[in-house]
């Protein structure tokens, strides 16, 4: 593929994904900066397939407009050919095609990953493989979860050696709590635009609805999980999925459930996050 292909390719990626936000009425900041990044690839004077190979992540978000949270963007695009975010907005998202993509997890555990963790992204489960509930997962274990986060490391950027703590990355728990709770109101209400999912819809229908709404420094886009294991357990009017984003695009995404038992039972919480809830 020749370089003008290729970034082109890219280009017009980051412009859909800003159409799609500006269509489900994201935060303009959001838009820009992709339009922005947009444009700083179709500027470039090099192939970026090869800047990536010689300068790795640093090279992408080096770039103009691109950051880190973008150029992961522009990463899987470059090796996948496709992007999970914008797979998201479009209502076709198989997260479990996209967790096999990672070296040494094949389809079953990807299986058990989404099942378990009810994560859509690679950056959201890079999070998990670090804050101990990617080791919990039924067939991983704490060695397997430690190669799976080597293999993330290397395949999103070694942000955890350069001094960044990824916990401290999280939205706090009553601002997830909060979101959830407007989506699911405008939800109710009929008041959010909706999306087709590809996924469990053979009918096409638009169903899904979608907010996007900020909360200070975080932009977060909440959906109702489309997964197969919420159709199954008839949970997808119930489980919430919130992605947040902050202004370098770093995302941390979080699913948040009514819960069964214990003292929390009837009561939202995030998962994962429990004892933050009960505080």
Request: proline letters at 4%; a negative charge; hydrophobic letters at 35%.
């Amino acid at each position: 593929m020749s370089s003008y292909t290729l970034n082109q390719q890219v280009a017009e990626q980051l412009r859909e994904i800003a159409d799609l936000l500006e269509q489900q009425l994201a935060n303009p900041f959001r838009i820009n900066a992709y339009r922005h990044a947009a444009d700083t690839v179709d500027r470039l004077g090099q192939d970026l397939q090869a800047l990536f190979d010689q300068q790795g992540m640093d090279g992408l978000i080096a770039l103009p407009g691109i950051g880190r949270g973008i150029s992961r963007t522009i990463y899987e695009i470059l090796t996948l050919g496709r992007s999970s975010r914008l797979e998201s907005l479009r209502g076709e998202l198989d997260p479990v095609r996209l967790f096999s993509t990672i070296p040494g997890v094949g389809p079953e555990t990807a299986h058990q990953i989404h099942d378990h963790l009810q994560l859509d992204s690679l950056e959201a489960l890079e999070i998990a493989a670090h804050d101990g509930r990617l080791e919990q997962v039924p067939g991983v274990g704490l060695r397997r979860a430690s190669g799976i986060r080597a293999a993330l490391a290397n395949m999103l950027g070694q942000r955890i050696h350069r001094g960044v703590n990824l916990g401290e990355a999280a939205p706090p728990v009553d601002l997830l709590l909060d979101v959830d709770r407007e989506y699911r109101e405008k939800a109710e209400r009929g008041l959010l635009p909706t999306i087709s999912p590809r996924r469990f819809n053979p009918e096409a229908r638009a169903w899904l609805p979608i907010l996007h709404t900020s909360r200070g420094e975080w932009h977060c886009t909440a959906l109702y999980s489309n997964t197969a294991r919420a159709h199954a357990l008839g949970h997808t009017h119930d489980w919430v999925v919130i992605s947040c984003y902050d202004e370098h695009h770093h995302e941390n995404q979080n699913t948040v459930v009514t819960e069964t038992h214990g003292k929390l039972a009837g009561r939202r919480v995030v998962r994962g996050r429990e004892k933050e809830c009960g505080n």
